[in-house]
Each structure stands twice: as structure tokens, then as C-alpha cells.
């Protein structure tokens, strides 16, 4: 086959190959998008614990978490945003920045990404895992691997005290979403968004860690404990505790995001001056050189 004649094949099986329907284009970006996202950061955690820590430690995951974000919109977000987060979603779609018959499609997709990462997740460390608990799969307890996947309290928090975890976290997820995003404001350009995001998630996961693992993400939280449902380790990944928490990183994001949505906007988003009667402070900030 001559070169012209190949080039002229692959250019038929692409158009052919090609999703013309926008709602389908949009789902399959946030499915890779948060696939991405899940694989990379529950692959940090997998690492690092399934080696006793010899390869990796928490340092290391926690900023695996902000890289993985930074190549999760990378991937995503020239089509959709690279939102690989339903709360996220819920909020644009509040804030009238998504179309709400856009909204299943969006969270369908980053619930199938995440579930389709930790599928392969478990089949890219199937042998660690035996070799680690020995093929007994264990939510808790000094073998317990399901926290690789999903995210449980630490023993000492309550469930309000876990569900207020949540919105914080998620209230300043969005608070800095949107200032990032904000044409209005300092607004990185396109090529630096996704890096601001993964800064922002690294020092979120840094700094609220502790009470809930940062789940903050109910695509992340959620997908996968049901993939451990299914994969051996029991209903004990949504019992625990009578089944008085695995509903918190579901819905605490999701309220924490239109909290911080609604703290964003009264406090900044809602107050830029029009372009023709910028302060001189506008002015001058569109002008500067900003160095480090």
C-alpha cells in the first residue's frame, strides 16, 4: 500500500471511528478524564502500602493526587472542562454553566471512569494484593486494602463531624475552581489551568486528609466502593459502622460544592466592576508583569 493510499485509509476508518453526537463526546471525556484521575492517585496508594511502603510514601501520594487532577483536565478539558466530578457538575449546572440535560450525561461518565479504574487497578496489582493479604480480602485490620480504592473515617470521627469534613473540603474545592476559572480574576492561561487545579488539590489533600482521606469526589468515592462490593471484599465497604457513613462523601461534596459556589460569588465572583469602569487597581493588574 502506497503512503497516499494509506493515509487516505486511515483518514476513512477515523471519519468513520468519529462521534458526531456531542452529549456522547462529552460522556466519554469525563469517563477518561476520571479514569485518569482514579488510576493515578488510587495507583499512588496502592503502590505505596502494597510495598510496606518502600516504594512510595504518603508524601508521594498526596502528590500523585494533585499530578493525577493536573492530567485528568488535560485530557478532558478541551471538551468538557475536565470537571471528573459530579459535584462539580452538580454546581456548574446551578450556576447556569452547564446545561442540566448535559448533567447525567457528565456524571454517568465519571461514574463509569471510575469504575472502570479500579477494575483494572485490581488487575494491574492482583499479585501484590496476594501476596500482601495472602488472597484474603479485608476492609480493615492490619491487612485491610479497601481504603486503596475508597475512602473510610478514621476511628475517631463522628458522622457530623465527618459530613462537615466534607463540605469544607469540597466548599474550598469550588471556591478555588472558580476563581481559577474566573476570566474576572487572575485566570491562569488554558495551558496552566490544569496545573493550578493539581496545586490545589495537592494542598487540599495536604491539609484535610486526616478525617476522611480528602475524598471530596463522589465519582471517586463511590464507583469504587461498589467495584470492592463485587470484588470480594463484602457489603462491609457500605455496612460498616451501620451503615451510618458511606453516604457522607456522596453528599457531603455535593453540598459543600454549592456552598462554596455561593461563597465564591458573594464574596468576589458577583462584585468585578464592568470593563469600561475598572478601578485603577484593575487597570494597573491587567498591565503588570507579574514575576517570582
Known amino acids: 500500500m502506497s503512503e497516499g493510499s494509506y493515509a487516505s485509509f486511515t483518514a476513512r476508518v477515523a471519519g468513520r471511528l468519529k462521534i458526531r453526537n456531542v452529549l456522547i463526546r462529552y460522556g466519554l471525556a469525563e469517563c477518561l478524564g476520571t479514569f485518569l484521575l482514579v488510576l493515578f492517585g488510587n495507583g499512588a496508594a496502592a503502590q505505596s502500602v502494597l510495598t510496606k511502603h518502600a516504594v512510595g510514601n504518603y508524601m508521594t501520594v498526596q502528590v500523585s493526587s494533585g499530578i493525577a487532577l493536573a492530567m ?19 454546581t456548574m449546572s446551578i450556576l447556569g454553566r452547564l446545561p442540566w ?12 471512569g471510575s469504575f472502570l479504574a479500579s477494575t483494572v487497578l485490581y488487575a494491574v496489582y492482583y499479585d501484590a494484593l496476594n501476596a500482601y493479604d495472602g488472597g484474603v480480602r479485608a476492609v480493615f485490620g492490619v ?3 479497601a481504603g486503596l480504592w475508597t475512602t473510610f473515617p ?12 466534607q463540605v469544607v473540603g ?8 472558580l476563581a481559577i476559572f474566573d476570566r474576572n480574576n487572575m485566570h ?10 493539581g ?4 494542598v487540599l489533600v495536604m491539609s484535610f486528609g486526616v478525617n476522611f482521606a480528602c475524598s471530596i ?9 461498589i467495584f470492592l462490593a463485587i470484588a470480594g471484599w463484602g457489603t462491609e465497604t457500605f455496612s460498616f459502622r451501620n451503615y451510618s457513613y458511606f453516604w457522607i462523601p456522596l453528599l457531603g461534596p455535593h453540598v459543600g460544592a454549592i456552598i462554596g459556589a455561593a461563597i465564591y460569588q458573594l464574596f468576589l465572583g458577583l462584585h468585578f466592576p464592568d470593563p469600561e469602569t475598572k478601578s485603577d487597581a484593575g487597570r494597573f493588574l491587567e498591565k503588570v508583569h507579574w514575576s517570582v
Do not use: W
Not at 72 to 90: E, F, I, M, Q, R
Not at 101 to 112: A, D, I, S
Open 72 to 90: 485528568a483536565v488535560y485530557a478532558a478539558g478541551g471538551v468538557t472542562g475536565g470537571h471528573v466530578n459530579p459535584a462539580v457538575s452538580l
Open 101 to 112: 440535560r448535559h448533567l447525567p450525561v457528565y456524571m454517568l461518565g465519571q461514574y463509569v
Open 143 to 145: 491487612k485491610g486494602t
Open 154 to 165: 478514621a476511628e475517631f470521627v463522628s458522622v457530623g463531624n465527618g459530613f462537615f469534613d
Open 170 to 177: 469540597t466548599a474550598l474545592l469550588m471556591v478555588c475552581i
Open 188 to 197: 491562569p492561561s488554558n495551558g496552566l489551568i490544569p496545573l493550578a487545579l
Open 199 to 202: 496545586a490545589m488539590l495537592t
Open 217 to 225: 469526589n463522589p465519582a471517586r468515592d463511590l464507583a469504587p466502593r
